[in-house]
């Protein structure tokens, strides 16, 4: 079941680190040494897991052998505001950078904090997965598009991994029916917290529990819809076809 223009269109959409994401990166970089010595910088989230699509939030994490304090971050985040002429929030876990006209959301966590650590996002379901990683990534694509119910990007990660028992060997393509499948004819609120519940971090929020169904139905409606129009996939002459098919 593989298809070249769906794997073209997956790929054409996947991000790709700008010159604006990189200096970004520098700046972040400059700012998070000058306040915690020996710290690396580095991407995580779905940058790091391949999984990423072109307007995907961005996430870093900080690793440093002694523990970040309140303090240091609150100067970290002074910093980061003068030097990216960006708001900077502290949040629970993080220092946020909200998205703007031209840039996305940034999430700055600390693998070594004293108010709270955040651990390194684990790449293992992901690494050299590449029929994973595009699932992924077609499941932001298609449930971003319309008037669907927002997905986060974990969540379609999550329900990648739990599905993709195929040691690899399923097709992206294929992968990601399966899913759409699963969604439309066998997804229930119970089945998918289950899914969701060990990968949710910080925690799972109870809220997400009350919101479930809702979401689930609507879901399944949208995925009924693209399997049905699946069917004539064999006609497909162009990644604009793909285009048009995951964004109804």
């Keep these: 079941m593989s298809n070249g223009y769906f794997e073209a269109y997956i790929n054409s959409r996947t991000y790709r680190e700008s010159a604006n994401d990189s200096l970004l990166m520098t700046r972040i970089v400059a ?7 020996g710290a690396q910088v580095r991407w995580a989230g779905s940058q790091r897991k391949g999984t990423a699509i072109a307007n995907s939030d961005l996430d870093v994490i900080v690793e440093s052998s002694v523990a970040v304090t309140e303090a240091q971050r609150r100067t970290l985040r002074l910093t980061m ?4 002429g960006r708001k900077a929030l502290i949040l629970s876990h993080v ?3 909200p998205a703007t006209n031209d840039s996305p959301k940034v999430d ?3 693998a070594n904090a004293a108010f709270g650590s955040r651990q390194l996002p684990s790449i293992d379901a992901f690494h050299n997965r590449p029929a994973r990683q595009m699932a992924a990534r077609a499941l932001k694509l298609w449930s971003r598009a319309g008037n669907k119910p927002n997905v986060s ?4 990660e999550a329900v990648v991994v739990h599905l993709d028992q195929s040691n690899n060997s399923r097709a992206p393509l294929e992968l ?10 066998r997804a229930t609120p119970e089945a998918l917290e289950g899914v969701l519940r060990p990968a949710a971090s910080p925690v799972w929020k109870e809220e997400w529990s009350r919101q479930l169904p809702g979401r689930i139905e609507a879901l399944k409606n949208h995925a009924r819809s693209l399997l049905k ?7 497909w002459k162009s990644v604009s076809d793909v285009g048009d098919w995951l964004s109804q």
């Design 153 to 156: 990007g974990w969540v379609a």
């Design 95 to 97: 220092i946020r950078l």
């Design 229 to 235: 129009r699946a069917g004539k996939r064999d006609s």
């Design 31 to 37: 700012a998070v040494r000058a306040h915690v010595l």
């Design 81 to 84: 505001e003068s030097s990216l």
């Design 108 to 110: 700055i966590a600390f």
């Design 176 to 185: 990601f029916l399966h899913i759409v499948e699963w969604l439309a004819e």
